[in-house]
């Protein structure tokens, strides 16, 4: 699987992140100090240096005070699903068409 680090994906996370963070009056050290991390992590995070996982998602929604789903939510709408897709398949694997995603049953056998 291709990594995420640059892509659009990660790049609407960081931006809703950084968007949250400055809408709850947090400067990215005020956070930190609620995280009980340095500065300079929260820089990372915020330039797309360093990725994060669902669990530091979490704890970094709760921290800056928003919704950790309303964060997901917002990333969802920002990147389209068929081009995530596209871009974690392997070479000559054809993406699911938009009713073989709604359809559990209508997805092939993996095997």
Do not use: F, N, Y
């Not at 340095?38 to 929604?61: F, H, W």
């Not at 964060?71 to 995530?84: K, Q």
């Amino acid at each position: 699987m291709p990594k995420t680090l640059w892509s659009d994906a990660q790049a609407a996370l960081v931006a809703a992140l950084v968007q949250a963070r400055k809408e709850a009056g947090l400067s990215q050290a005020a956070l930190a100090g609620k995280l009980h991390c340095q500065q300079s992590l929260i820089a990372r995070i915020e330039s797309g240096e360093r990725r994060i996982d669902v669990v530091e998602l979490v704890i970094l929604a709760r921290a800056i005070g928003v919704d950790p789903a309303g964060v997901v939510h917002h990333l969802i709408e920002a990147v389209p699903a068929l081009h995530v897709s596209i871009q974690m398949l392997p070479d000559g694997v054809e993406p699911l068409t938009t009713e073989e995603l709604a359809e559990p049953a209508a997805r092939p056998a993996q095997g």
